[in-house]
């Protein structure tokens, strides 16, 4: 279904949402999948404006729930079809069984996430949770930071979970609101990039009546170790082709993104952030601001955490006296009692001879915005435990202490 | 990395994502059959009806039925005569021991299998050439002496797998029990007369009027032929050991019904005559006594009710209705009268032990009845008559011993019928002298061919059981009566009592029949299966598969199947963990057994392609 046809590279000023359906777009997606859920849905409002206006030639099938959209998109991938779907807070959450029989199956599907807060109350605010949630379930997953990031994720997750070494589905995630509404110059590429960039999908083993297979039998007990080993090697041999395809990409369209972690003024940086998402774009003012009154802080942003990196996170952090892990997400009663980022930086750190000292932030909770004076309270917190040598307070709620 | 170093035994490779070929493709069942989500399969394995079972000679009662409610009388015809030559004398004169098993008689009423038999043996009567023909002519010659029931079938059989047969018969007519221990009104004459021309169709020489141990020799038969069957049956009949029984006016049951039934008989019976003896030949001589110009006959039994008697209910029933009276309880102590018959001394007496099984004692010091007689017929069973057969092959009850194969030692002589079976605990019945004549055939075969004599191992499911059946597919419905003359016109003629059954009430009748445990093509599985997964050519019995790439063991077809001829079969075997990939067709004797070689190799057939 070849139908962006010889468009021009060009810059657009869009926001994340219809960022994200632009690139389903020069993905040539096959089958979109939709429900609506605020913040999401203006992703699919965009994509059924294309398919409607001709620009795209795709099925584009509403669900009655989550659950059916990735139904949907489980059988329309197996048949061989590329497909796109997405959602928010609770809808991912109701999609929940759909994630391992996908990535068991090894089923290429994309799904978009603008996170939503987990209800209750119904709030409509960005925080990581939903998406987290399904984190351990063979699916990709990384946060974008701004519209043309979103963008960019959304063609090399294609291109990463398709790889015939790879064929996993994706989750493909970006802030509510502060990526998915907000509106930012994205540079909308020339078809033949993208056709360069990213082959049609082929998976190796389709539903087709004239070659009829079997997809997801039952199998005996011991039958089930082996194929959960081959899911665990495609994970860990995704890293490689994640490598391989930011490569490709800044080749082929000029953007180079460090696959696995950006670093912002970590030269000589002894206190750093390590955050996911959107929030990246106010920390690194911050850091310029304190950085001009002579703070040595900077700010390690985690862009892939499934797989993660645990080596590359080690060897980055170790780098650093203290690290402040803006968390964005609930892990209640998790190991620091706080998100559940905290257990993923210090299992990476455990085997470091240069171990720095950790701090939970409970910020950018519910979808509040971290605001730059609340930057400037977590590096002094971080400062103190730098000062002190020794951790008194794990976690900390931003906003909510003195 | 934590998968660096793994490794995947041989054993446990697995397709992609365990994305497998479909079942119905190569290899497509290796490793994940579709059939992994059932933990039962369902088998077509035929059961053996209990009728079949029951039957002497084995026929396939629920086969021929079957064919029958189909209107496939020739076909029908011919499965009978695989293991019976005459259905046309066991139609009128077996005690149907199949009829006594049917399942049908625990629901409402047992199935009319005789009359459905006779419709079939005087269909076969009619044709001008039998279905059945002669064997490859193998050389043999087999010697089969006496020609009723045991060697008849034993000459047919043989006839059938090439052997040369020569009959030898005592009497001027060929027959032997079936010719004269059958009264005319149970079996005509011309009947039986037309079985026996069907032998000589099939090659077979009838020697009449050729008596073992004074025509022919020990000697003489075992030079002459390569083998020979004893069928010689019991020919003397026993004495009540009363004073007096040679006096004039007193026969014997046996001699009394051959003599009528040869056209040799030069009796008239007085007005009154007693019959002593409780059997069914004491039953055949009361109701021929009638037919002989008797007016009053009683039958005098030691048995102390009529329940007791060694007799077919019904055959007592419809003598009664003829008129005998019965006289329980007394033994014949002596024959009384000046030189004939003029009455009877009876003492109380009765069995000792088991009733017909043990001595009798008789009450001698009881005041004795006189009972006034014009003639007596004392049938109280037959004994052999064997003086001419070497002393190593007699038994002390006066019988020819045999191994169970019906053989006499190591010798190529065999032997079968009543002359075997008399004191087995077997009743002596036609259909069982036929079964016994139809074994041993066999059997001399196998060692004709130098194979050896082997009892039989696989074990045989029979089915008793209606719960093992879907009863609800069984309406109630009566039994077809066959027509009879009248009582009172009757024991006056030798026409025929029990009258046939027409084409439309052997068919009513067939259509009653459960087909116990054995496919009958009813089409149920084909109908109820939620998926497509029962296969047919035809509708047809046996020709019904499962599909086991689709089964998901749903148990609909087992459940639904009328006739328990479907059984869910254990997928997995818990005790060795071991999947059964090798059951879906059960090798059983049945319709499907006889499919399994075909069946077994469907998997070997090039997959089709979509």
């Known amino acids: ?402 | 990395m934590s998968t660096k170093g793994t490794k995947i035994p041989d054993r446990l490779q697995i397709p992609f994502a365990g994305i497998t070929p479909a079942p119905s493709q190569e290899k497509g069942q290796d490793l994940f059959p579709t059939g992994n989500w059932r933990s039962i399969r369902p088998v077509y394995r035929d059961k053996l009806p209990p009728c079949n079972n029951a039957c002497g000679t084995n026929e396939k009662i629920q086969g021929y039925l079957d064919l029958v409610k189909r209107g496939k009388y020739l076909d029908a015809y011919a499965l009978i005569k695989e293991d019976m030559p005459f259905p046309s004398v066991t139609g009128r004169v077996c005690y149907h021991p199949c009829e006594q098993a049917c399942n049908r008689g625990k629901y409402d009423e047992a199935i009319s299998i005789r009359a459905v038999e006779r419709f079939l043996g005087d269909l076969g009567q009619a044709l001008t050439r039998d279905v059945v023909t002669a064997g490859k002519p193998n050389g043999k010659k087999v010697a089969v002496v006496g020609s009723g029931p045991a060697g008849h079938s034993a000459a047919y059989q043989l006839a059938r797998l090439g052997y040369q047969v020569t009959i030898l018969e005592k009497s001027p007519k060929a027959g032997g029990l079936n010719r004269g221990g059958i009264p005319d009104w149970v079996l005509p004459q011309d009947v039986l007369d037309r079985e026996i021309e069907r032998l000589v169709e099939l090659g077979i020489t009838i020697k009449t009027s050729v008596e073992v141990g004074k025509d022919v020799s020990w000697d003489d038969l075992k030079k002459d032929y390569d083998a020979v069957v004893l069928a010689v049956g019991l020919t003397e009949p026993n004495s009540v050991r009363a004073e007096g029984e040679n006096k004039e006016g007193v026969f014997y049951g046996l001699p009394f019904l051959r003599d009528v039934g040869m056209g040799a008989s030069k009796v008239k019976l007085g007005a009154r005559v007693a019959v002593v003896g409780g059997g069914n030949t004491a039953i055949d001589c009361a109701r021929e006594a009638l037919r002989q110009g008797a007016i009053e006959v009683t039958m005098i039994t030691v048995e102390s009710n009529a329940a007791e008697m060694p007799a077919s209910p019904e055959d007592l029933h419809d003598m009664l209705e003829e008129g005998v009276e019965l006289q329980h309880g007394y033994a014949v102590t002596e024959v009384l009268g000046n030189g004939r018959v003029e009455a009877l001394q009876l003492h109380p007496a009765r069995f000792s032990g088991a009733i017909n099984a043990s001595p009798i004692n008789v009450d001698r010091e009881a005041k004795p009845e006189r009972f006034h007689v014009d003639n007596v017929i004392i049938a109280v069973g037959q004994r052999a008559a064997i003086g001419w057969l070497p002393n190593e092959f007699k038994t002390e009850r006066g019988t020819i011993k045999i191994d169970r194969f019906g053989r006499l030692g190591n010798t190529n002589f065999f032997a079968a019928g009543d002359i075997v079976q008399v004191g087995s605990g077997q009743p002596l019945m036609v259909v069982n002298a036929v079964g016994d004549g139809k074994r041993v055939a066999f059997n001399l075969d196998k060692v004709m061919r130098g194979e050896s004599l082997e009892p039989r191992t696989i074990p045989v499911d029979v089915i008793f059981d209606l719960n093992r059946m879907n009863m609800t597919y069984f309406p109630h419905f009566p039994r077809v009566q066959q027509e009879m003359l009248p009582p009172n016109s009757r024991r006056k003629t030798q026409q025929e009592v029990i009258q046939p059954f027409s084409e439309e009430q052997a068919v009513e009748e067939a259509n009653r029949c459960f087909s116990c445990g054995t496919c009958n093509a009813c089409d149920n599985c084909y109908l109820v299966c939620p998926e497509p997964c029962i296969a047919r050519p035809a509708r047809s019995n046996g020709l019904y598969k499962i599909l086991v790439d689709y089964c998901k063991g749903c148990r609909v077809c087992i459940e639904e199947c009328p006739t328990g001829c479907l059984e869910g079969v254990p997928e997995l075997d818990f005790d060795t963990g071991v999947v059964r990939m090798d059951t879906a067709f059960a090798i059983s004797p049945g319709l499907h057994g006889r499919q399994a070689e075909e069946l077994k190799k469907l998997g070997e057939r090039a997959a089709k392609n979509i």
């Open chain 1, 1 to 402: 279904m070849a139908t962006v046809s010889a468009a021009k590279k060009k810059t657009v000023r869009i926001n994340g949402c219809v960022a994200a359906a632009q690139a389903a777009k020069y993905a040539d997606v096959d089958v979109i999948a939709a429900y609506p859920i605020r913040p999401y849905t203006a992703t699919m409002m965009a994509l059924a404006q294309m398919v409607a206006n001709g620009e795209l030639d795709a099925e584009y099938i509403v669900a009655d729930s989550e659950h059916s959209q990735l139904s949907i998109s489980h059988g329309a991938s197996s048949s061989g079809a590329r497909v796109f779907t997405g959602s928010s807070g609770v809808g991912v959450q109701f999609a929940y069984e759909l994630y391992s029989p996908i990535s068991g199956s090894r089923m290429p599907v994309q799904m978009m996430i603008a996170d939503r807060t987990l209800d209750p109350p119904g709030d409509f605010g960005s925080e990581h949770t939903d998406a987290l949630s399904t984190r351990d379930m063979g699916w990709l997953m990384g946060w974008s930071c701004d519209a043309q990031e979103a963008f960019d994720n959304h063609l090399m997750a294609y291109r990463i979970g398709e790889d015939p070494r790879v064929l996993l589905p994706q989750m493909v995630c970006q802030d509510g609101f502060f990526v998915s509404h907000i509106t930012g110059d994205v540079e909308l590429p020339d078809s033949g990039q993208v056709k360069e960039f990213l082959p049609p999908y082929k998976h190796p083993y389709p539903l087709d009546p004239r070659h009829p297979v079997s997809h997801g039998p039952q199998i005996m007990p011991e039958q089930g170790p082996p194929l959960q080993l081959e899911r665990a090697r495609a994970m860990e041999d995704s890293m490689a082709v994640i490598e391989e395809v930011h490569d490709e990409f800044a080749k082929i369209f000029g953007r180079r993104y460090d696959p696995w972690v950006e670093e912002f003024m970590t030269d000589d940086a002894e206190v750093v952030f390590f955050l996911q998402g959107a929030h990246g774009v106010t920390a690194r003012f911050a850091i310029q601001h304190m950085r001009e009154k002579g703070l040595k802080v900077g700010l390690v942003r985690l862009r892939t955490i499934r797989p993660y990196p645990t080596d590359r996170v080690k060897e980055v952090l170790s780098k650093f006296k203290v690290v402040g892990v803006i968390e964005t997400n609930m892990g209640l009663g998790s190991v620091s009692s706080g998100g559940v980022l905290y257990g993923e930086v210090c299992a990476a750190l455990y085997e470091s001879d240069r171990r720095p000292l950790v701090l939970s932030f409970m910020a950018g909770m519910g979808g509040e915005a971290i605001v730059l004076k609340e930057f400037y309270w977590m590096t002094e917190k971080m400062m103190e435990v730098q000062k002190r040598g020794k951790i008194e307070k794990r976690t900390h709620w931003v906003g909510f202490e003195d």
